[in-house]
């Protein structure tokens, strides 16, 4: 067996002493150190999980936003088809309208045109038929002088016609 001497002890208890101090002045102050790194790492780590998570929530945020400015502009680029095509359609409804109204009129013109001139032709054919109604009466009526008259009428009724 091992024998117990002085220096044994002496080494033992140097180095139990060694032990108290590192443990009291050494261990101590670098487990603090070592605890306030853990806990700054830790802390960072928080932090950056509370961050990436904020990320997130903004990155979803600015996704929802963009889906509702997308569904708004294809409402409005919608609404603007839709407000073009009824303006379309006013602009055809009102130049269909227009058309008829002058269509309508050019009509009411040409029939008063006719009119006047069926009363000018009548006018015209009452004056003929005065003059040789006086003709007739100014001359000696036989039948032949009556079938000249008639014939001279007729000629100019033609002439008139073609005119």
């Known amino acids: ?4 001497n002085g220096t044994i002890i002496a080494v033992i208890l140097n180095f139990l002493i060694l032990l108290w101090i590192l443990a009291r002045f050494f261990y101590k102050p670098l487990e603090e150190i070592i605890e306030s790194r853990k806990k700054l790492v830790y802390d960072n780590i928080d932090q950056s999980e509370k961050k ?3 990320a997130e929530a903004l990155k979803n945020q600015y996704e ?3 889906r509702e400015l997308e569904s708004k502009s294809a ?3 919608e609404e603007t088809n839709i407000s073009a095509k009824k303006m379309q359609e006013e602009i055809i409804e009102n130049a269909k309208n227009e058309s008829a109204n002058i ?3 050019a009509k009411k013109d040409a029939l008063i045109a006719q009119r006047e001139i069926y009363l000018s032709v009548k006018n015209e054919i009452a004056s003929l038929i005065y003059d040789a109604t006086k003709k007739i009466l100014a001359r ?3 039948a032949n002088a009556n079938s000249d008259i008639v014939n001279e009428a007729i000629q100019e ?5 073609m005119n």
């Not at 009724?157 to 016609?161: F, M, S, V």
């Open 75 to 77: 409402q409005i680029i």
């Open 140 to 142: 000696n009526v036989d």
């Open 52 to 54: 990436l998570a904020d």
């Open 64 to 66: 929802l936003k963009l």
């Open 103 to 105: 269509i309508a009129s």
């Open 1 to 4: 067996m091992l024998e117990l």
């Open 157 to 161: 009724l033609e002439k008139i016609g």
